[in-house]
């Protein structure tokens, strides 16, 4: 078995590995230098997560801080599921993949490797990759591109990659964008700057409270076990999350009037109205928790304002907007959003022929039609990536050991004679979902169908139910050969 990402689902699958599938050997292979993925290579100021970490922490290792963590909070905890499971052995940093090729003649997987910190090439075989790698280039943001930019005097920096050496001491900073991001960063850097203006096309919604568990606090005080507090919480969490979702959809203008409401309450309801009501129904795109309010505080406070409007193009002094208002600016940050990443970006090949995977069909958003030993960690958008990353796991483990059992060295999973008419449309419907990094990227994503079985549903309240019972021996799945045991994850 080879893991592909040491980030919150590669961690989170390698746990899996030694207590579902002790017998296994299995190897991580990270890009990076350290642990972590995007907790690692984001460095803005004021980095921290916006779900909560008792459903984004893993349902094994109790949550013990905040609701809203910083990046350096979760690198701890993800350092202790490390330390304390002695993961540590099965990681291999600096090894960055370029290619991998599956053999059926071997019923195994190639995969090519730098070594970043030698530029040795390296490869390794195994019978099975579990892809963990994320859903975004680490190397670069998405900036759209604007005339006059190169016009511009002061610096253009995208959080995703941002310098060690931005001085924003008493500068005129401009920050695009409106989601997380954005919120995030104009709070944690409000203080040290001149000004910051929050330019956004249209507005997002938010939820801004206490960055703390009244339940988990109760619990604290009556000296519950960290354990069951951690459950206890988890599925208040989600019981509440479940009930918010399909309202947004089955009363999605009384939950807009609630979330706007919230928002009225710190800067009243003329800027509500003006700067934070979005067009849009809820959750059509993520919903972003402000703990304590901190951005409409610094709205409140002066040292920070919120412009709506479009950008006509960049000027040597800032920005001029449609309106013909213009903002002067030192410093523009760039919070647009990020670039999808199809499967880390790997050149993948079977028996010589390069495979697209906007030619498969996605089998539950976790396998790929006529893509042999392969399983696909991605998330859910209304709700905490981890729930899906431990439901996966689960189903990566019960499928090794299915294999086994039946001497299989080969699963694909494959339409059924009765999925042959079958509509197929694209990975995600933008009725229901449709940020900016999916909408750009559709066309290189896997196809789904009108069946269950073919989608990437998005609804862990319905998954959590369904995976579980996932019939492994249902007419999609494919099995060949017949040795029981193969080579595990090695250098070859």
Request: proline letters at 6%.
């Amino acid at each position: 078995m080879l893991i592909v990402g040491a980030g919150i689902s590669g961690v989170g699958g390698a746990y899996h590995m030694t207590k579902q599938c002790p017998g296994k050997s299995f190897v991580v292979l990270e890009t990076l230098e350290s642990f972590g993925g995007t907790w690692l290579t984001h460095k803005y100021p004021g980095i921290r997560s916006d779900s909560d970490l008792y459903t984004f922490g893993y349902r094994f290792k109790p949550w013990v801080g905040p609701p809203i963590a910083t990046a350096e909070e979760i690198l701890d905890y993800m350092g202790e599921v490390i330390e304390e499971n002695d993961l540590a052995r099965h990681i291999r940093y600096r090894h960055r993949i370029t290619a991998a090729a599956w053999s059926s003649r071997d019923n195994l997987w190639t995969v090519e490797a730098e070594r970043l910190d030698t530029g040795q090439a390296v490869a390794f075989t195994c019978n099975f990759l579990w892809m963990c790698q994320g859903y975004y280039r680490h190397a670069e943001g998405y900036t759209p591109q604007w005339p006059g930019m190169a016009d511009f005097k002061g610096r253009i920096v995208h959080p995703q990659t941002w310098p060690e050496d931005l001085d924003l001491a008493d500068k005129k900073v401009v920050v695009i964008g409106s989601g997380a991001t954005a919120a995030t960063l104009v709070p944690a850097i409000a203080d040290a700057c001149g000004h910051v203006t929050l330019l956004q096309r249209s507005p997002t919604y938010f939820i801004p409270g206490r960055n703390a568990n009244e339940l988990a606090d109760i619990l604290r005080e009556l000296k519950i076990d960290e354990s069951w507090i951690h459950e206890i919480v988890r599925r208040k969490l989600l019981h509440d999350q479940d009930q918010f979702t399909r309202r947004a959809f089955e009363e999605p203008e009384a939950v807009k009037a609630e979330l706007l409401a919230g928002v009225s309450a710190f800067v009243g309801p003329e800027a509500t109205a003006r700067h934070f009501t979005p067009s849009y129904r809820p959750w059509r795109q993520r919903i972003a928790f402000v703990p304590e309010g901190d951005l409409f505080q610094c709205v409140n406070r002066g040292q920070a304002s919120v412009v709506t409007d479009h950008i006509e193009r960049f000027t040597p002094d800032g920005i001029r907007l449609t309106s013909g208002q213009e903002l002067e600016a030192d410093v523009i940050i760039t919070a647009t959003g990020f670039n999808l990443s199809v499967l880390g970006d790997i050149a993948f090949s079977i028996d010589g022929k390069a495979l697209n995977f906007a030619d498969t069909v996605t089998y539950r958003g976790m396998m790929f039609t006529g893509v042999p030993n392969l399983v696909w960690v991605f998330g859910y958008f209304r709700a905490s990536w981890t729930l899906r990353a431990d439901l996966v796991a689960d189903f990566v483990c019960r499928l090794l050991g299915h294999m086994d059992a039946k001497g299989a060295r080969k699963v694909t999973v494959a339409l059924r004679p009765e999925d042959a008419d079958m509509p197929l449309q694209p990975w995600i419907d933008p009725e229901n979902f449709n940020p900016g990094y999916l909408m750009r990227s559709m066309h290189l994503l896997p196809k789904r169908g009108d069946k269950p079985e073919w989608q990437h549903s998005q609804d862990y309240w319905r998954e959590k139910d369904e995976l579980p019972l996932i019939d492994l021996d249902d007419p999609a799945f494919r099995y060949e050969g017949v040795e029981a045991r193969t080579k595990a994850a090695e250098p070859a």
